[in-house]
């Protein structure tokens, strides 16, 4: 089955600076990967997703990218603000299957 | 407005006893997942289902089991609770199978002593 790890496990960073987080796959047939934040004692939110057909998203501040050579894709948030600061969790799946693996999570400060 | 809830948001109990999670949508979405959330391991999946009636087993299954009598709701049931299942459950829906969009409850903070 696919196994997703997720680096660094915490990351602190200045507001304003860019945050990047990391996650590698390992089922090559995998060509869904979405990115959860979780904030303080609420569930996961879905903020950006990205398909295999592509190999950047941006939304805002907010940023994927995927390289599926080298099956790794990575989150990228710029200009980051306090209220970033949370637990996001990458994810990796065969879009329509059930079996979508987690990373580990990484909790991301941003220090004012 | 559309909501996913969970129930209790907390609940320490015992070796042994049964325990039931429940889970509530109003999305009217067909997809239905148990997650369980413990330090280092993400999110994992315990059970899901695609419509009444119809479950199956997720990841971590054993020691669990779900019904699908209506739509909106997917209780998840610890037969035998162990302090093995101490953990943070999740519950979510999605409109589509591979859980794309997927939306999670608040989630129910689970202790056995």
């Known amino acids: 089955g696919e196994n997703v790890e997720q680096h660094p496990s915490t990351l602190s960073v200045q507001e304003g600076d860019s945050a990047v987080i990391k996650c590698t796959y390992s089922d090559s047939a995998s060509n869904y990967f979405p990115w959860y934040k979780q904030e303080l004692g609420k569930g996961p939110q879905l903020i950006i997703d990205?398909?295999?057909?592509?190999g950047e998203k941006k939304d805002q501040r907010i940023a994927v990218t995927l390289n599926k050579t080298a099956k790794h894709f990575s989150l990228h948030i710029t200009e980051t603000q306090p209220e970033d600061s949370a637990v996001y969790f990458c994810a990796a799946s065969i879009m329509n299957n059930n079996d979508m693996r987690f990373g580990a999570g990484t909790r991301l400060t941003v220090k004012p | 407005d559309a909501e996913i809830t969970q129930s209790p948001r907390h609940k320490i109990t015992e070796t042994g006893r049964q325990v039931t999670l429940a889970c509530h949508q109003t999305w009217n979405h067909n997809n239905m997942f148990w997650y369980r959330q413990d330090l280092g391991h993400g999110l994992r999946l315990i059970h899901y289902?695609?419509?009444?009636?119809?479950?199956n087993k997720g990841e971590v299954s054993d020691g669990y089991s779900v019904s699908r009598s209506n739509t909106e709701d997917l209780p998840l049931t610890l037969e035998s609770a162990a302090s093995s299942q101490t953990s943070v459950y999740f519950c979510?829906?999605?409109?589509?199978?591979?859980?794309?969009?997927?939306?999670f409850g608040q989630g129910t903070r689970l202790t056995v002593v």
């Open positions: 990205i398909r295999s057909n592509v």
């Open positions: 289902s695609y419509g009444v009636q119809d479950t």
């Open positions: 979510a829906s999605s409109e589509t199978r591979g859980r794309t969009e997927a939306f």
